[in-house]
């Protein structure tokens, strides 16, 4: 009876013991001090490894202490124990780590599990579904260069760095000479003949469009109903064909955030086709502001706000790919890394701080590299001995720039076709697509031809 009573007691007295440290490590929680209530139940959790409140409790203090990948085996004992709240910051740590199938599947043990902020989570569902089909389709892009600034040095940047021929970004206030609506943002068609703006529509922000007019500009008016959701639209850039809008979007089907979008107008119907996400790695779970594609000298841009400081975006430049390239038979984890822009093919290029001094050599193909022969080749214009060949170079560069123009118009005209369901219509695109067709093929022997001339003329000129 004595060894009954004496084994009681020590029970009692570690009960006691326990709720004591775990009250502790409560009060280190709630003072924000986690790494000391973490110390605690990590003692706690070696004599109850199995323990369901110790494991979350343990891995709530991972999530504040910014390890939240460390806190996934501790949530997933807990969770197995019911301690049912786990599947939600499971559901958020794999959302957050691009691990979009088991955030998938963790929400849904979360749905099926409690009755609480089921609309909240099927929400969250929802975009980890998202995030599930676009990280299939990871587009690789040739990375040029990045840099970081203030989001409110945005504009700024591009009115250095973007060719006027493509049109111009600035504030409406700007665009417009008035003080109305200082900070919208708005777009100028490269022909001047239209502005695209983000302006102010009830509690948020719409696409409006407004034209040249003899005596000034026509009144805004609302862009589409397709391409303006329920939520805020912003940063709209049109490409050079006039009907490809890039925008970015918190409605349609946003990751997060801002997220952008691509449409084409179709001349059919008098309107925009539905805006498609442009998927991966352009858009994250953070906000994606921006995308710019420069035709006449064949690179892009991207802002984005991941992993950036408060109030700073990152400014990706990047090669367009002319047919979109997917990731494919690649590790897990590598995809992961590219989607969120952590790894990435580079290429070759000034940096974005040292463009706005050569931008104007760089527009006028001062810079160059021209290949003459096995052993010469020319980085400026001033290099031809023959002025010739030096014409029959420039006249290759701009059949260049033309010859993207009219493929960007090409792939446009396509997908409208595949969508237009009108005979008549089909036929009358048919036709423009088949014209374009020979145009570019025209233009690529042109291309050909005139580059053989000036290798030839230059290299006549050498040895005269």
Known sequence: MKHIGATILCLLLFQVISA?????????????????????YQNLLKKKPTDGLLNFKAARCLVEM?????????????????????????????????????????????????????????LLLAKAQLGADMIERVEDIEVLDSVSIPQSEILPFFRRHLDKEMGQIGTFSEIFK?????????????????????????????LQISYRLLDGWSKSTLLSEKLN???????PFVLSD????????????????????????????????????????FNSPFNDYLLIIDEIN???????DRYQKEGFVVIYKFVPNSEKKILRDQEEAYVRDVARMKCFRRGQTVSLTEQSEQKEAV???????????????????????????????????????????????LDAKREVWEIEEDETKRK?????????????????????????????????????
């Open 298 to 304: 064949n690179m892009g841009w991207f802002v984005t």
């Open 428 to 464: 009358a695109l048919a036709n423009e697509i088949l014209s374009l067709e020979r145009m570019l093929i025209n233009l690529k022997r042109q291309i050909t031809d005139y580059e053989h001339q000036a290798r030839l003329l230059e290299n006549a000129a050498l040895k005269s």
């Open 363 to 409: 527009h006028h193909l001062d810079t160059i590299f021209f290949v003459v022969n096995d052993s010469v080749a020319y980085s400026d214009t001033l290099n031809f001995v023959s002025r010739e060949a030096c014409d029959k170079y420039l006249t290759m560069c701009k059949l260049k720039v033309l010859f993207l123009q009219k493929q960007f118009t």
């Open 178 to 206: 008035t003080s109305k609506n200082p900070n919208c943002y708005g777009f100028v068609s490269g022909r001047k003949d239209r502005i695209i703006c983000a302006e102010p529509n009830g509690n948020q922000m719409n």
């Open 66 to 122: 910014k390890q939240p990948l460390e806190a996934i085996p501790y949530f997933t004992v807990a969770a197995e124990k019911k301690q049912f709240q786990s599947y939600l910051f499971l559901g958020n740590i794999f959302f957050d780590d691009y691990q979009f199938a088991k955030a998938v599947e963790a929400y849904d043990k979360y749905l099926a599990s409690v009755v609480i902020d089921t609309d909240k989570v099927a």
């Open 229 to 235: 959701s329920d939520k805020n639209e912003n940063y």
């Open 242 to 281: 006039g009907i490809t809008i890039y925008f970015a979007s918190e409605g349609h089907e946003s990751l997060g955030g801002y997220d952008i979008f691509k449409s084409r107008f179709n001349s059919s119907t008098n309107d925009y086709l539905s805006p498609q996400n442009i998927g991966m790695p």
């Open 20 to 40: 004591q440290k775990i009250a502790d490590a409560e009060a280190f929680f709630n003072a924000q001090d986690y790494e000391k209530a973490w110390d605690i």
